[in-house]
């Protein structure tokens, strides 16, 4: 196979359109391989392949494996560089092709110099051969499927992901450098604070993945800090509200067309569980005779438990799972179904209308004005810690008035040691 023109020869382009226009031509052609990669190691660096230019703000390293070759995306091998080598008073790079020996890609006067070298060559070869961003997004995306995330945590990460990368979909994630990412973190103007931190966290979590998986080498979002002041914890319903909306659930369960909205809104309240906590129950969490609904898989472990059913409630839920088999949901809906069914109760009971997660702190704030420990709402609300529940749910001034009541009537009932 003749060789494709050198990089220089291309005028209309640069050397960079060369070396893509001709790597189709020469997949299997280890020394126009070669050129190719080095037209793209030169490549908007003002010099040649040397290293006698400066080094680009990020420098993007493929790791060695014991096969010596990357798979590009159409599955074909490319070459794989290593080094620096010494050999005699000089320093050597190695290339190593599919199918081919490991042959000698050049030999430098120092191993400064070497290092340059290699670094250019592998960040070209990563160039050409690693993941867009919006393939290194897919295969993320199977990765927490393998861990065992939850489907809606996953839709939810990868919508945050894909709107912040979207200008640069279709770009090679190697070739993103930090001082992009940051810029394309900063046009998320239009999110809440909370938003806006939760998904500069995953964005995180995906690039320190994705320079694990070898797609790039650089620290994308590492200097990138949230800004602006969380809020804390939703709105709630007092003691009376409460009451009323949980009056109109128990009224809207004895109609069939709405018995099944009703009971599914009333567990936040009743029990303190998360919404995907009420929608993944299946038939045979409903435990114990039907007096006790487990959770029994969660995002931690302190997630997991069981809660006691009220009387009055039993009957309800056991209604619901009339003819299905143990593996079927209860509630055969989605989160944004009982989202949606947790405000129309509000509006109808005449309360203020809260989201679920408002259910969640209002049960943590009753619980504690009935003396249930700290710990005890912790753990009903699935918490690793009682400082998530107080960040976020209840009401820490609801103990320290109970507090100061006890200090109170033990004060009140002190018999004075004299009397004037």
């Known amino acids: 196979m003749p060789l494709p023109p050198a990089a220089d020869q291309h005028p209309a382009g640069g050397p960079l359109a060369a070396a893509l226009a001709a790597v189709a031509a020469v997949a299997n052609d280890p020394q126009a391989l070669a050129r190719v990669t080095k037209a793209l190691a030169c490549d908007g660096q003002g010099g040649d392949a040397s290293g006698a230019t400066s080094l680009p703000d990020t420098s993007i390293v493929v790791d060695d494996d014991s096969s010596g070759v990357v798979p590009n995306q159409k599955g074909e091998h490319m070459p794989r560089y290593y080094g620096p080598y010494r050999h005699g008073e000089k320093w050597r790079i190695l290339i190593r092709v599919p199918g081919q020996k490991q042959q000698v890609h050049g030999t430098y006067e120092t191993e400064d110099e070497t290092k340059r070298e290699l670094r250019r060559l592998r960040i070209a070869a990563r160039k050409l051969n690693g993941p867009t961003v919006s393939q290194a997004l897919d295969r993320y995306a199977t990765q927490l499927q393998t861990n065992g995330l939850r489907e809606h945590s996953i839709d939810t990460t990868l919508y945050r992901l894909r709107k912040l990368f979207n200008p640069v979909a279709s770009l090679p994630l190697a070739a993103l450098t ?243």
């Not at 790039?216 to 319903?237: C, N, P, Q, S, Y």
């Not at 487990?294 to 009957?315: D, H, M, N, T, Y």
């Not at 259910?359 to 009903?380: E, M, N, P, W, Y």
């Open 178 to 420: 930090p001082s992009q990412a940051k810029e394309l973190f900063a046009k998320l103007m239009d999110w809440s604070v909370d938003t806006r931190r939760n998904a500069l966290a995953e964005a995180k979590t995906f690039c320190r993945r994705a320079k694990l998986n070898g797609w790039t080498e650089a620290d994308l979002l590492d200097e990138v800090t949230g800004e602006g002041k969380r809020k804390r914890g939703k709105a709630k319903l007092t003691k009376d509200e409460a009451k009323k909306y949980l009056d109109k659930c128990r009224d809207l369960a004895t109609d069939p067309k709405q018995a099944e909205a009703a009971i599914a809104a009333s567990i936040p309240l009743l029990l303190g569980y998360r919404v995907s906590e009420v929608i993944d129950r299946q038939v045979r969490d409903l435990d114990e005779g039907g007096t006790v609904l487990r959770v029994s898989r969660a995002k931690s472990q302190a997630g997991i438990r069981a809660q006691e059913l009220p009387g009055w409630f039993q009957p309800l839920i056991a209604s619901l799972t009339m003819g299905k088999e143990p593996t079927d949901r209860i509630f055969n809906h989605d989160r944004s179904w009982l989202l949606h069914q947790v405000k129309r109760i509000c509006r109808l009971a005449g309360v203020p209308e809260i989201s679920a997660h408002g259910l969640r702190g209002t049960h943590a704030d009753l619980c504690l004005h009935a003396h249930v420990t700290a710990l005890a709402v912790s753990q009903a609300l699935g918490h690793t810690s009682t400082e998530v529940t107080f960040g976020h749910y209840a009401d820490r001034g609801i103990v320290d008035q109970q507090q100061h009541a006890q200090a109170l009537s033990v004060l009140a009932t002190t018999v004075p040691s004299h009397q004037n």
